[in-house]
């Protein structure tokens, strides 16, 4: 549906973390999921067309807020790496066991 604002659930998907943070706009390759139970319609996002660099704005110096997003995420860093509030960095999306966490790529 690209180009209307119809909203979908994000449960009838299965999201691999490299996709996200999922934003307005994206846009994703999806396949049906054969098989399900009871035969529901669940899709595989296979991946995100519109890849690359995801960029944010340091909120504090353990927080950023991804571009084109309302939330703010918190975010791990390298050690030697110092941001302040206002910086511009990469994140990247991770699995910490328990949910989807963020780390900083690079200063710009």
Do not use: H
């Not at 396949?31 to 960029?55: E, F, H, Y």
């Not at 939330?71 to 699995?95: H, N, Q």
Request: charged share 15%; net charge neutral.
């Amino acid at each position: 549906m690209q180009g209307t604002k119809l909203a979908l659930g994000l449960d009838i998907f299965e999201v691999p973390v490299d996709c996200y943070p999922l934003r307005e706009g994206d846009t994703l390759l999806a396949l049906p999921i054969v098989g399900g139970q009871g035969g529901s319609n669940r899709w595989a996002i296979l991946g995100k067309l519109n890849g690359g660099l995801v960029m944010a704005t340091m909120q504090s110096a353990n927080s950023c807020k991804p571009d084109g997003m309302a939330a703010t995420y918190s975010v791990s860093k390298p050690y030697e790496l110092t941001l302040v509030s206002g910086d511009r960095v990469a994140i990247a999306p991770t699995w910490n066991g328990n949910a989807v966490a963020y780390v900083v790529l690079n200063k710009y």
